[in-house]
């Protein structure tokens, strides 16, 4: 059986996807550069996964800009073996881009398999009800 490769890309690509992802004071249309890395991602079948916890990961110091400049792109069966990853941009600290985490939703494994207790079973009424 031919195994497809699974790996990522993670880092600072000083170029967001939207406009939706930064806020500046300059004013202009960005098209261009949204088509650029749009294809790059695209032409590669490059997942990019929903930011949580905020969302942009650069701020400048007077908060008068800021975009998601920081991801994490996945590619191959990732999402297939490992469904239930996120990327999540931390709280700032000293640095003016926020640390990404790519990590497990802990909340989201699917249905909770359902148990019953067996001494439930000897409830009056119990084998009719189920």
């Known amino acids: 059986m031919d195994q497809e490769a699974t790996w990522c890309i993670v880092g600072d ?4 996807r939207s406009s939706e ?10 098209h261009e550069d949204f088509s650029r890395f749009n294809h790059f991602i695209d032409g ?10 905020r969302s942009f990961t ?3 110091g007077d908060g008068s800009s800021m975009s998601r400049l920081d991801q994490f792109l996945l590619y191959g069966d990732w ?7 996120i990327q999540v941009a931390l709280p700032i600290g000293i640095c003016d881009h926020c640390l990404i985490l790519l990590t ?5 494994w699917g ?4 148990r019953m207790l067996e ?12």
């Open 21 to 30: 992802e930064g806020r500046s004071r300059t004013v202009g249309d960005r």
């Open 44 to 53: 590669n079948l490059l997942i990019d996964l929903p930011l949580c916890g």
């Open 58 to 60: 650069w701020y400048q």
């Open 111 to 114: 249905p909770r398999p359902q």
């Open 79 to 85: 999402c297939s073996l490992w469904p239930n990853f």
């Open 119 to 130: 001494c439930r079973v000897d409830l009056p009424g119990c084998k009719e009800f189920l």
């Open 104 to 108: 497990i939703d802990e909340e989201n």
């Open 13 to 16: 690509f000083n170029a967001t």
